[in-house]
């Protein structure tokens, strides 16, 4: 096998466990209505179960780039994985709530430190030559996993027609593929090194934890750009979206579903597309504005504007396939690719820090305001404070795009 082959098989590979990896955290939006009804779940409760895989990760995730470093990829997306399955395992057994709550805290212990390792294992097979394009794909697969269990009520209607548990089986039953997909990527890696075709970039040697964080100006405003939107789309897609149209709409389980996963079908074709494009003509800075100013559009249509939640949607589509398709691949222009590891660990570490803040504070402004059915406009406060955190994410952005025309070489 050539390195070049080698690289696309880590692709399809890594992509395919991260399928695993996007469906298990994504399981709790459909389920976050028949959790309040058959469990009695506040909303409170409903965002800690996703907010609680984000909190260890404020400090291993950290740990886990430095452990990317030093031990490669391929290892660490193999056992995280596994604990990864552990935790969906977990999850699945369910009842009660504190089981369910550590089932999504070992499962966060290992997705994220997973995703880190899965951008630096591409980062170093195809540095220097279709990055972005590549990256971009590898986000395509786990887009596949979210547009899955968004319309699992649909393709799987028996699951949810049986209780909570289990659509949260099938989860985990997922997840199992994305281990075995994450064994042989480890497997291919260590032949691969075997037979000379070395991985470039990887830094076996001790870290200095003294230098773990002399990152550039521009990595910080990339930094602050990510811990805003993600702090938006995930607490908002994943946790309570599904629920939000269901009482603001009046829709059933499966349209709301359904509306919802546009956004990640969308991002399953689009993603690639954009990273094509910034492959081929850079301009990360303007990028990463355009697609922060379209989330803030889209919080504005849902808040402000009596138009079909339709039209947000197709928003936060393109938002969330023009944002990541340029965001990850622009930490490989403002550090060295043995640092890699440790730079995306922690800016992950940071994403996690504003994801766990953000699923419990939007969850408490739904209880202290009533959200329900009965009184959707008790809503209205969650969206205004994703319109506000979107708002400051473009202005981080704009701040990139500025340190960029001044430092670009």
Not at 25 to 45: H, K, N, V
Not at 95 to 120: C, D, H, K, Q
């Amino acid at each position: 096998m050539t390195r070049s082959a080698a690289a696309w098989a880590v692709l399809a590979l890594t992509g395919l466990a991260l399928f695993g990896n996007y469906y298990v955290y994504d399981s709790i939006g459909p389920l976050a209505e028949q959790l309040s009804r058959e469990l009695g779940y506040s909303d409170t409760q409903i965002g800690t179960l996703n907010a609680i895989y984000s909190v260890p990760n404020i400090v291993l995730v950290f740990v886990g780039g430095v452990l990317v470093d030093r031990y490669g990829p391929g290892l660490v997306t193999f056992w995280t994985a596994l604990a990864c399955l552990a935790g969906a395992a977990l999850t699945a057994i369910g009842s009660p709530f504190a089981l369910m709550a550590a089932g999504r805290l070992l499962f966060g212990i290992g997705a994220e430190t997973m995703i880190v390792a899965t951008i630096v294992a591409l980062g170093i097979w195809f540095a220097g030559r279709q990055l972005a394009f590549a990256m971009a794909l590898s986000i395509s697969f786990a887009r596949v996993g979210s547009y899955a269990v968004d319309v699992s009520p649909v393709w799987a209607p028996g699951a949810y027609a049986s209780g909570w548990q289990a659509p949260l089986t099938l989860a985990a039953g997922i997840m199992f593929i994305g281990v075995v997909a994450a064994l042989a990527y480890w497997r291919l890696e260590a032949n691969a090194a075997a037979r000379g075709l070395q991985v470039l970039g990887l830094a076996r040697e001790r870290i200095e934890l003294a230098k773990l964080t002399r990152f550039s100006r521009g990595y910080w405003y990339v930094l602050a750009l990510c811990v805003l939107f993600y702090s938006v789309i995930f607490p908002f897609r994943s946790t309570f979206s599904i629920k939000y149209f269901q009482h603001t709409g009046g829709l059933s389980l499966e349209a709301a579903s359904v509306l919802n996963s546009y956004v990640f079908l969308a991002a399953v074709f689009a993603t690639p597309l954009f990273g094509w494009l910034n492959d081929r003509v850079g301009r990360h800075g303007l990028l990463l504005t355009l697609g922060a100013a379209l989330l803030a559009a889209a919080f504005y249509v849902l808040g402000a504007t009596g138009l079909s939640p339709g039209v947000s949607t197709a928003l936060i589509g393109v938002a969330f396939s023009l944002v990541p398709a340029v965001l990850w691949p622009a930490v490989t222009l403002i550090e060295p690719p043995q640092r890699l590891g440790t730079a995306y660990g922690f800016m992950t570490m940071a994403q996690n820090i504003g994801m766990a803040g953000s699923n419990f504070a939007a969850g408490a402004l739904n209880d202290a305001n009533g959200a329900s059915a009965a009184h959707p406009a008790g809503y209205l406060p969650m969206i205004e404070f994703f319109g506000v955190l979107s708002l400051l994410a473009v202005v981080f952005a704009a701040l990139f795009w500025r340190y960029r025309a001044t430092h670009a070489t």
